[in-house]
């Protein structure tokens, strides 16, 4: 109980509320705008949530997490582009029914979907991250270095669909990137090429912003359109923006169906809010006693995807709060953030750091409270945002991300790294990698090689210990299987389409 | 546009050299634990080892690129407005340098949003002006934060 009152006390101090409160308007700001996404917003800010430092950072950046899955919705809603991927689904009802000139219902809809899937995962995050972290105080270096490969590998495989020998390739340069600079065990310097700025390492923090938010930035300059007018309905006078009962008793056993599947699949490392929704919209379908009204307005065809993709911000939380692993690229920069700050998530985080991670697990009930009260009292300010020509949005952001970059350390150098990994993410991105097995790859980098070299030392240079250590070969079972597979299954598909043809 | 891959998988094996000759001084084993080269030279050997997988695949014709699928257009509009950007940021970086961000934003600002076909001369100083104006307030006023600062001014 004292552990309860000491949170609560913590959490509920002015300036706490104003960092949540204020992040989750953020969120919803930058979610509502198209070409501006969630992992764009939390990089822009995460310098400046750096300097704040403590659990009220983290609070903020919560807030903006929350705020930006659910603010993507507005736009899918009511001009049928979606502000984020992970509200990609919400526009196959969500515009139909604006355009029925029913978008406050819309709305509504998707702000209390979204607000039941944020509560219940913060309640599954609540009950499930304790136990999860209790299993894990089992873990030596060996498993602490195989969760490390575990988890650069399940995100690169999932996160690199098209070619995932590009995203191993981002992966080891990500894990190349954090080995510059001063060696942690016998400090000898390493790829520093007598650079002093190159002696401390390299600060992931603008290599993130450059590959999240400034390629990203280039990207949106290389595919503006001038001309590009969208089917408009945010002019529309927006009514009712408070669910209605029937849709309630309609929708109800919807929210709780997608909340499980958005908190399941964010619990899986590598996964994210887009999958969720995707995957919620079609089992509600599926489970619907009307699946021919999917797709022309139905309001579990809104409920389902917003449930879901909101559900997933707990679900993420579990697996980076208890094992240090992030869930998807938004996770992967709260990690950078709570050990910048200096919450080191893993199983310890909970013996060591009770006050800290409690506080975080109940700060993601008051951002998602924040998101909801923001979103219902805000949605007509919210549909203008829309309005925004990008070309003031694209400047903005650019210089968004050189202030945050200099904010982190007050050093020049820091830019330069900013707009070099800005223009290599550009290019990287064309080539078909993705950014985030780099990002982790330099998150991670230091901890699978401290633990490997840790574990080599404590079991006298016996590498066979990572193969008979159980959970450290599971784990690397795991991984080993998920690099493979998108090489292999083409294979095999494309022989049994063979065979079968030649049977026919 | 499968040459792409093969150019990537000879940039891996270079860069997988690269690291094999930095680490050539540098001690694998300390005191019977693994060194400083040791982990990096475990990078480069799987950079090795990806690079040819890659080359492979690509040869095997399972490439991620469709057929004609064209990843660098230089000729087409909005790759020219990316490679002025990369002019401008390059250009942003030295007055930077020099002039410090008030500066620099005012008319990096305006560059960008001349690339971004608004060319209405007004709209230009006037978005450059406000733009610079809310961040100095948000960051310098607002947050006590330090904006950067240049060699001259």
């Known amino acids: 109980m004292d552990i309860f009152f000491t949170v609560v006390s913590n959490l509920f101090t002015p300036f706490n509320l104003f960092l949540t409160f204020g992040g989750a308007f953020f969120g919803i700001l930058v979610g509502a705008m198209p070409g501006l996404s969630s992992v764009m917003g939390l990089s822009i800010m995460l310098p400046f949530a750096i300097r704040i430092g403590g659990v009220g950072s983290i609070l903020m950046l919560l807030g903006i997490y929350c705020g930006a899955v659910y603010g993507g919705s507005i736009t899918a809603i009511l001009i049928n582009t979606p502000g984020t991927a992970n509200s990609a689904a919400t526009c196959l009802d969500g515009h139909p029914m604006a355009l029925r000139g029913e978008a406050g219902r819309a709305i509504s809809l998707s702000t209390t979907s979204s607000l039941i899937g944020g509560l219940l995962s913060a309640v599954a995050l609540l009950f499930t991250a304790p136990l999860l972290s209790k299993f894990a105080l089992k873990f030596g270096p060996t498993e602490y270095f195989a969760l490390g490969i575990f988890g650069l590998s399940i995100v690169t495989s999932v996160s690199s669909t098209e070619n995932v020998l590009k995203g191993i390739l981002g992966a080891l340069l990500g894990l190349f990137l954090a080995e510059i600079g001063m060696d942690a065990i016998n400090g000898l310097p390493r790829f520093t090429g007598g650079s002093v700025f190159l002696l401390g390492g390299i600060n992931f923090v603008p290599v993130l912003i450059g590959l999240f938010a400034f390629s990203q930035g280039l990207i949106s300059i290389e595919e503006y359109n001038k001309n590009l007018k969208h089917e408009r309905t945010s002019q529309q006078k927006i009514k009712g923006v408070f669910p209605s009962k029937e849709d309630m008793k309609v929708c109800f056993p919807t929210y709780i169906r997608s909340s499980i599947i958005g908190i399941v699949i964010g619990i899986i490392p590598g996964t994210g809010g887009d999958i969720a929704s995707w995957v919620a919209y079609n089992e509600a379908k599926r489970w619907s006693k009307h699946p021919e009204e999917f797709g022309k307005g139905t309001p579990e065809g809104i409920a389902a995807p917003e449930a879901g993709n909101n559900a997933v911000t707990g679900g993420a939380l579990v697996p980076l709060l208890t094992l240090g692993i992030p869930g998807d690229s938004a996770t992967a920069i709260m990690l950078g953030a709570l050990m910048m700050v200096g919450i080191t998530p893993g199983p310890l985080l909970f013996v060591e750091q009770t006050e800290s991670v409690y506080t975080i697990i109940i700060g993601l009930f008051l951002a998602n409270l924040f998101m909801g009260l923001i979103g219902y009292a805000g949605v007509r300010l919210f549909a203008k945002i829309a309005d925004v020509p990008k070309w003031i949005m694209t400047p903005i952001v650019f210089l968004f991300c050189i202030v945050g970059t200099y904010a982190l350390n007050h050093t020049f150098g820091d830019i330069v790294v900013m707009f070099v990994a800005g223009i290599a993410g550009y290019v990287l991105l064309k080539l078909g990698f993705s950014v985030p097995p780099i990002i982790l790859g330099m998150i991670l980098g230091k901890t699978i090689e401290n633990n490997f070299r840790r574990a080599y030392v404590i079991y006298d240079g016996d590498f066979s210990v990572f193969f008979t250590r159980p959970i450290s070969l599971v784990l690397l079972i795991i991984a080993f299987i998920s690099l493979i597979y998108p090489l292999v299954m083409p294979i095999i598909l494309k022989k049994r389409r063979e065979k079968q043809v030649k049977e026919a | ?153």
């Open chain 2, 1 to 153: 546009m499968k040459k792409f891959d093969y150019i990537i998988s000879a940039v891996a094996f270079c860069f997988g050299l690269v690291i094999f000759y930095v680490t050539r001084n540098v001690e694998k084993f300390y005191n019977g634990t693994p060194g400083s080269a040791f982990f990096p030279r475990i990078i480069a050997v799987v950079m090795f080892v990806v690079a040819a997988a890659l080359a492979v695949n690509t040869f095997l014709k399972r490439s991620t690129y469709k057929k004609g699928e064209v990843i660098f257009n230089f000729g087409s509009v909005g790759t020219q407005r990316v490679l002025w950007m990369f002019l401008a940021i390059i250009l942003a970086g030295i007055s930077m340098y020099f002039f410090g961000f008030i500066l620099t934003s005012l008319w990096f600002t305006a560059a960008v949003i001349f690339i971004m076909e608004e060319r209405r001369p007004l709209v230009l100083v006037v978005s450059a002006i406000l733009l610079t104006l809310v961040i100095y307030v948000i960051f310098t006023i607002g947050l006590q934060m330090y904006l950067p600062r240049g060699r001259i001014i």
